[in-house]
């Protein structure tokens, strides 16, 4: 019924013994990523999702370096029961006394900039400053954040994956092993690295943003049907694009091109026909594959989550998706609802 309260299915992450709400909360926009947040609002945001029943949180030092897990600390510091909360490390933050860059993405970030460092040591002090700027002693999932040529390029990002490599996943295990954690991942723009991923050991999940969407399946294989193998969930993030998806016209953080608009628009005539909402249908689209645990979006007030509720409770028919396969705009293989393939 319209306006009741959606019942959530819960999935396992990996083969641990969490188990998260199929929708999640981000937490980048409550920071000010690209337009300024009221503190007031991003709080009432959480607060929102866990009245809606959501019990999976995702935030990171990145994030308004800083400001997001303070936000998010406050409201989760008193709720914090049966909610599962992941975090980010890669990154150390140190006082800034000067200009930002010009494309820093945060608006009202706090006064700290970013040093990239994935090793032992760094990792460790990322986890621990977390739980201080959360205001919690319990994080349940790390990801690796960043990491991979989209970021640092193909030179740069050598040095900081010897860093991973050499000390940073051993911190990871440690962490889980002692309980500090209980699972560690990436989170990551880029699947490419995640195969790489998988060459320095076992992960349990994947935070993975923009490449597994209703616009895009570049990740379906290898990089899907590897998880399955080795047992590892994903989380798929930014499941609107970057705002494409849902009426804006930005994708991967930019303006989109002209070929994006053409798909998109491929995409709406689909929705026209079946009078299926284009942002209903890229939230629910991820979690028809097997691997994918939860889907990622990242309101920034209790008014777009409400919005973001109600397209998750549209009744999408099975004939959609077969519709959206035969016209080519699925990429081969890709799951659909009732065991079928595109």
Known sequence: MAGAKPVFETRRIGETDLRITTLGLGGATLAGMRERVPPEEARATVSAALDAGITYFDTAPRYGTGLSERLMGDVLRDRRAGTVLSTKVGRLLKPLFGPRPADFQFAGALPFEEIFDYSYDAIMRSFEDSQQRLGLNKIDILYVHDIGVGTHGVEGNK????????????????????????????????????????????????????????????????????????????????????????????????????????????????????????????????????????????PRSPQELEGILGWWQVNIPDGFWSALAEKGLLSAGTPLPGGQAA
């Open 159 to 298: 040095p900081f994956w010897k860093q991973l490599e050499t000390g940073g996943y051993k911190a990871l295990e440690e962490l889980k092993r002692s309980g500090q954690i209980s699972a560690f991942g990436l989170g990551v723009n880029e699947w490419e690295v995640l195969m790489d991923a998988f060459e320095l050991g076992d992960w349990d999940v994947f935070l993975l943003a923009g490449r597994y969407t209703l616009l895009e399946q570049t990740s379906l294989n290898p990089f899907l049907s590897t998880c399955i193998k080795r047992k590892a969930s994903v989380v798929a993030a930014a499941p609107f694009n970057s705002g494409i998806l849902v009426g804006g016209t930005t994708w991967n953080y930019v303006a989109a091109p002209q070929d994006v608009l053409d798909r998109v628009r491929a995409i709406e005539a689909i929705c026209a026909d079946f009078n299926v909402p284009l942002p209903a249908a890229a939230l629910q689209f991820p979690l028809t594959h097997p691997a994918v645990c939860t889907v990622l979006p990242g």
